[in-house]
């Protein structure tokens, strides 16, 4: 078992002790800390994930730091301040589809894509979508050309992924604000296409 990833139970139990430490000690209330989860939660969106995907789609030098280094160009639009983790964007391309999970829990760029989807969280995804991706991705729908090879990305604690999926055809003349409404957070996964 990899040191990146958490047993869910033992993390709950952490930070419902943290939260009764910072009650008891009067550091914040119950309440302040509720309204703090709110607003980051408040903040955590696919839509910010859009956006990323849609600047990339319309700049080719953002495009090209996106995939250098996904944290500091998702910073350059406002994301992933004060986040610990790393970002790594993986492109699709003509011949290569790719597609993230967490193996082990459920490590998931909460910022860009919102809340996790409970299928992302499931046992049988987690292990699946490893060994017969084309399967899985099958079930979602998106059948994928026997050419095609299909990565799948194994998000950890430190390093969070984020699929930059392919400019449907046709679209080049879109403004960024209408690209964004293109993209999905399926496609931000890898389990959908555009």
Not at 63 to 70: F, I, K, N, T
Not at 181 to 187: D, E, K, P, S, Y
Request: glycine share 6%; net charge negative; hydrophobic share 40%.
């Amino acid at each position: 078992m990899s040191g990146d990833h958490h047993d869910d139970a033992l993390i709950s139990r952490r930070v419902r002790r943290l939260e009764t430490l910072l009650e008891e000690k009067g550091v914040l209330s119950g309440g302040a800390l509720d309204e703090a989860i709110d607003a980051f939660l408040s903040q955590s969106s696919p839509a910010n994930g859009a956006r990323v995907v849609a600047r990339a789609w319309a700049d080719p030098s953002f495009r090209s730091r996106l995939l250098a280094d996904g944290t500091a160009a998702a910073q350059e639009l406002g994301h992933m301040e004060g986040s610990y983790q790393r970002l790594r964007v993986v492109e699709n391309t003509e011949s290569v589809h790719n597609v993230i999970v967490c193996t082990l829990c459920s490590c998931y760029p909460l910022r860009l894509l919102g809340p996790s989807p409970s299928w992302y969280k499931s046992e049988s995804y987690r292990s699946r979508v490893v060994r017969e991706p084309r399967a899985v991705l099958a079930e979602f729908g998106l059948v994928l050309p026997d050419g095609t090879e299909i990565s799948v990305w194994d998000s950890s604690a430190e390093t969070r992924y984020m699929v930059l999926p392919r400019r449907p055809a046709g679209t080049e003349s879109l403004p960024e604000e209408e690209l964004a409404a293109l993209v999905t957070r399926n496609a931000l996964i890898g389990t959908a296409a555009l």
